[in-house]
Structure formats: structure tokens, C-alpha cells
């Protein structure tokens, strides 16, 4: 199957979007969250796991996989759908953000980025070039270019050459990218600055992409400005091409970002908060190391239909998470991302229904009826 | 469904023995494998995987869920069964062995055996009564008494004295347990000493328990010493009743225990080395990390049915492993559980088939067909 997005319907009373995302490992329906399998693994969870809570794309990280096992041992092995055995469909990032994020020594140039490993403190360089070229042998559905994730915070003169840079490297990945069937998308950046925000919307469309994405937020600054700057770049993006908000992020956020026209996210959240014990119900998070649930035989959430609130009670997971018990990790994760697909599926049914504001009334109503965050 | 045990059938030219338990959570044939689930997990498993790889039995640690959720707890819950989701048979042990090999202050007497908590180094005690009570709380089908399993090396006296002690309290638990349903086992001890090995066998047998295990070896002795000691023991027990090996152990022992006519074994060895990368094959155990499996894209052991292996290459379980992903623990144990599940149901149709010797002799051809241990 070729790459193609289709722009079912839009809400009426807001600008949240139905669509559906072709790829050649399988379609799927948008709004739709991505969970991140960081080394070519959603921590904890099989492939079986993944089809079981309906997981309908995953994100993969270029930067990990590049350092180890290496882009060209996976392409050698068929790529990364086979070596992981995950048949639906992927989506790489291009690295950038990793650099970017967890190493300490790295140096920005017009060619691209220098880098010593997080793993053994190498030498690396990742180029817009390179950074294709790693994700064509992985050979994920959905690439990203190199950009740079312009640091929270810069001022305007830095957001704006920082932005540029993003621009003309976008240009060289699409000048690299070999027409493989592989789609290609842009990435909005600009800082916390409308204007530079819309400039770089402006600028990715003018090039031309398969979708776009808005990267750059959730990284540190106050959600009001989070979403002032998703809607600068998204108000300048075409209807016709999927949107995708990078890194984003609580259940709050997907709600604001598909209100406002967003179709794809991505955020380590809900693995991650579960590997702390940390698990999200409709009336909020629920700390599962807390002593009331330690003779709790109720599921994490009545009426929650995944395999873990099917099977185990709180007092069991508050013990296997006390106990630093693997299957904790395992357990909560399954939970968290039934729920961020059922709160999209939710979603995509309220847009469908063209009631996306009652919706979002009685998301934020549940929460209410708890003193939990 | 009460417990029982039916003997079916001897096999011609060896001890071999095929039979069948029932206890009130189903029933299974024998020779049987116990996974342990030491604190009410099998590590990185949940129920389902148990299943899916033909789990009949496992094995729980009374030490470890009676210091941490505490065996009230569990009990208040409604039991163990219900509070790990593991509708199946279950085998809980007495706890003693674990004072012994974790705690490093104990005092053992006539009353039972005083200890600091290896969790926190609050003091306890274990006595026979309340070894038996606790398992009671936990409700497996199978329950331990209180034994010194006499250390290694031990000289004469201090064996008999051990032996003599774990008499004495076999005899207390027998009188302490209620007419539950649970069945109740004895452990043969005597050290590295035949005659008072056999000494055991008898006056266990004299008390009368369900079962019988042999407990106290694979503590460090040489494998001829081990062997010498089980049949010492097991030669003086009664046909009618299930033998189990305690904590035996390595495939290549569980096929002498077989042919000495053992019907129960549990170890540790298949998770946790899974966990360390070390996987169980036909032909040997493979070290996962080895770089000669870096691009190798067969599975551990072609053939195998396991889920690892029927999805996963050897270069990925690799890579999860390199990579310290929680994904390599499960994946390896799935498949270190259906091997040694897989070896126990060929063992016991080798003995239905009377061809016991052959499938031994098949069984260290195919080892020294590699290199490997």
C-alpha cells in the first residue's frame, strides 16, 4: 500500500480533523497517539501486547537504534519491522532531538550535528543526509528530517537563525530521500515566537511534505504558550496533509492538540510514568505506590476492559511495584496505553459525532470528581 | 477437586514414572517441571504467558510473600491464586530454606527458627505451626513443612541432629495443619549421608504425608554425590506417593531424576538465567550477548514452538539484552520455560513408550553435537 492521508470530516464547532493514514505496513484512523519504542522495543511489551491494546503505529528513535545495534545490522536483517516483529506501521524520528536532549558535548554546524554517544562517548556525526539514510535502512513508513529542537529558552535572534537552519536542512533531506515509498515529513519550528512559527509553517509547505509536524514544544515552557504555539503553526498548515504535535504529551494535551486540528502525537508518558508506578484513569493519575491501595481489590479503573484491569487488583500491582517485580513495568504499561488508545478512539468518535465539546466537558468533569491531579 | 496422586505407569528398564496429581486447582501428569514464582510473579510473566507456554504447576516462596505483602494480606484478598490471577496449581515451600541461604543472623531451636528480615532486618520468627499457618493463609494446593535443609559441608553429627530436628518438626506441622484440602509433604534430609538419608525416608514415611521430597541437595556437592543422595532416599519411597527433587535443578539432572523415578522438580535455573541471557537449547545452553549472534537472524533453537523463537531472532534478543530492555528478560524466560516444559513432556512420553533409555541417550547425543555446555 502507498503512503496517504484522507481528510475524513471536520468537526463542526471546533477544528479538531477525522482522517485516515495509509502506509505500506497498514492504515490506521487519526487522531491516533504513538507509542515510543525507543531501541526498537515499547518497553516491557511484546508485539502481541501492542495488538491486544490496539496499538495502530509506534515511534521508533533513530539516535538509539543508530548507536546500537546500528542502522545497517537492522537493514541487513530486513529492517526494523522484522527485526522487532512489529508488521504495522513505524514512524523514526531523525535523531535530532536525542542529540539534542542526551548529549552533554555536541556542536551545531551548517553540515549538521557532532556528538559524542551517550553509550561509550564516541565520536558520531549525524548530517541531514545520514539521517535519511539511517531511517531508509530501518525503514520505517513515516521519516523525519534533521532539525533542530531549539532550546527552552532562546531568544528571538537564536529561535530564528536555529529556525533557518531547520530550513535549509529540510531541503537537503528532501534532495536525499530516495523515492522508496518511505513518507516525509516537515518540521514546524520557531521557538516561543508566533510570527517565526508561522514563517516556518509557511516555509515547509512552500517546500513540500508529506505531512507536518509541529516540534520544538513540551519542552519546558507553560501549556498557555504550548498552545499558542501549536495554533501559530497550525493555522498555517495545510488541510490536506496530516499534523503531527512532536513529544506531546498528557491526556489533557492530546485533547487540547485534537481540538485544535492536531492528527498525530507521540510522548513517552504513558510508558514511562507506568514504569513509575504511575498510572492514568479517567479521574486522573493514580500513584500505585500509595499505601491506601494496599489491600485495594478493585482494578486500577472499574470498567477499564484491558488485560491488566481484567486480571489484577491494585493491592496486586502496588505489591509487584513495591516488590521491583518485571511485571509491574509490564502490567502498568499495558494499562496506560489502553488508555491513551481509548481516549483517541473516544475522541475520534466525538469528532465523527460532532461532539467534540461535550466531550471535552465531560473529560474535564471526571477528572473533577477526584482531588487527583 | 481433591488432591491425589496416580501412579500410571513404570517404566520397563528404568525408575521412570508417569503419573497424574489432582489438586483443588486442576490436575497434571508427572513428571512436571515447577516454574518459581518467588514473590507471587514469575518473573516478567503475567498468567496468560504461563499458559500459552504449558505451565501445569508453579511454585511460590512462603519467605518471600510472607514479609512482603505479608500472608494475611493475600489471604484477606482471597489467596494467592487470586491475588497473582493464577487459577492453576500452586506449590508454596515452606520458607525455611530461604532463612537459611538470605538471612544472615538466624538462631535456629526446638521452637523453629528466629531471623532478621533480609528486606528490612525487622526481627521474625518461623516455627512449624506457623509455617503451616502461613501457607494456610496463602492457600496453595501444595504445602511445605518447616525443615532445616542441613548445610554443606556438614559433619555426621550435625546432620543427624539436623535430620533428627526436621523429624521433629514434620511431625508438629503434620499435627498443626487443618483438614483443608491442601496437601501436605514431607522433606527427606540426612546431608551427604546414605544411611541417614534412608533413616529419613523411613521415618517420614512412618509419619505419613501426601508426598515426599528430598530436600537439602544441589547445595554445592558434585552431581555423583547428589545422584548418590537422591537414590538414597528415594529408593525407601513409597510407590503411591509423588517424589519431589527440591530445587533440581539443570536439564541434564532433571533426566537422571526422571530415570531415578523423581515426579516434581522446581529450580530456578530457567528464569534466572534467562535473565542473564542464558538460554536452554537442545544442543546446549547459548550465551545471548556472544558477539557470534550480533547478525544472526535464526531463532535460539530452530524448531522451537515458543513465542520467542516463532517471532524473534537471535541478533534482536541480542540487542534487547545489550540494550538492558525488559523485553529480553520475558522473551528469553518464555523461552528457557518452554524448553524445560517441552523436555518434561518428552520425557514423559518417552516413559509411556517405554523407551526411556533411548530418549536419554538422544538427549546427550545431541549436546555433544556442539561445542556447547
Redesign the interface.
Known amino acids: 500500500m502507498e503512503y496517504g492521508f484522507e481528510l475524513l470530516k471536520k468537526e463542526r464547532s471546533t477544528g479538531a480533523r477525522l482522517g485516515r493514514i495509509k502506509t505500506p505496513h497498514g492504515e490506521f484512523s487519526t487522531p491516533v497517539f504513538m507509542p515510543v519504542g525507543t531501541?526498537?522495543?515499547v518497553?516491557?511489551?511484546?508485539?502481541?501486547d501492542l495488538e491486544e491494546i490496539g496499538v495502530d503505529i509506534i515511534l521508533a528513535n533513530t539516535y538509539?537504534l543508530y548507536l546500537?545495534?546500528g542502522h545497517e545490522?537492522i537493514g541487513?536483517?530486513?529492517g526494523l519491522h522484522r527485526?522487532?516483529?512489529w508488521h504495522g506501521p513505524i514512524l523514526t524520528d531523525s535523531g535530532g532531538f536525542q542529540v539534542f536532549s542526551l548529549c552533554g558535548l555536541r556542536k551545531i554546524d551548517e553540515g549538521g550535528v557532532r556528538f559524542n554517544s551517550h553509550l561509550d562517548g564516541s565520536k558520531c556525526v549525524l548530517t541531514p543526509e545520514s539521517a535519511i539514510g539511517i531511517q531508509e535502512a530501518l525503514g520505517a513508513d513515516i521519516i523525519m528530517p534533521l532539525d533542530e529542537c531549539t532550546p527552552y529558552p532562546a531568544d528571538r535572534e537564536y529561535a530564528l537563525n536555529s529556525m533557518n537552519l531547520t530550513h535549509r536542512w529540510a531541503l537537503r533531506c528532501k534532495a536525499a530521500k530516495s523515492a522508496n515509498g518511505q513518507a516525509l515529513f516537515g518540521i514546524v519550528q520557531g521557538g516561543m515566537y508566533g510570527d517565526l512559527r508561522e514563517d516556518s509553517a509557511r516555509t515547509l509547505v512552500d517546500i513540500g511534505f508529506d505531512g507536518y509536524a509541529v516540534g520544538g514544544l513540551s519542552v519546558g515552557e507553560e501549556k498557555a504558550l504550548m498552545q499558542e504555539m501549536a495554533y501559530a503553526a497550525l493555522r498555517h498548515l495545510p488541510e490536506d496533509r496530516p499534523r503531527y504535535l512532536m513529544g506531546v504529551g498528557a491526556p489533557e494535551d492530546l485533547v487540547f492538540g485534537v481540538e485544535a486540528g492536531v492528527d498525530m502525537f507521540d510522548c513517552v508518558m504513558p510508558t514511562r510514568n507506568a514504569r513509575n508506578g504511575t498510572l492514568f484513569t479517567r479521574r486522573g493519575k493514580l500513584v500505585i505506590k500509595n499505601a491506601q491501595y494496599?489491600?485495594d481489590?478493585s482494578p486500577v479503573e472499574e470498567g477499564c476492559s484491558c488485560?491488566t484491569c481484567r486480571?489484577?487488583?491494585r493491592?496486586?500491582l502496588?505489591?509487584?511495584f513495591?516488590?521491583g517485580?518485571?511485571?509491574a513495568?509490564?502490567?502498568n504499561t499495558v494499562h496506560n496505553l489502553y488508555y491513551y488508545a481509548g481516549l483517541m478512539k473516544e475522541m475520534r468518535s466525538a469528532i465523527k459525532d460532532d461532539r467534540f465539546e461535550a466531550f471535552k466537558k465531560g473529560f474535564f468533569e471526571d477528572r473533577a470528581l477526584t482531588g487527583r491531579e
Chains 1, 2 share one sequence.
Open positions: 531501541r526498537g522495543s518497553k516491557g511489551l511484546s508485539p502481541a538509539h546500537r545495534p545490522l541487513s536483517l530486513g527485526f522487532m516483529n494496599e489491600r481489590p488485560y486480571n489484577f487488583s493491592a496486586y502496588r505489591h509487584l513495591m516488590s517485580e518485571i511485571l513495568a509490564r502490567l
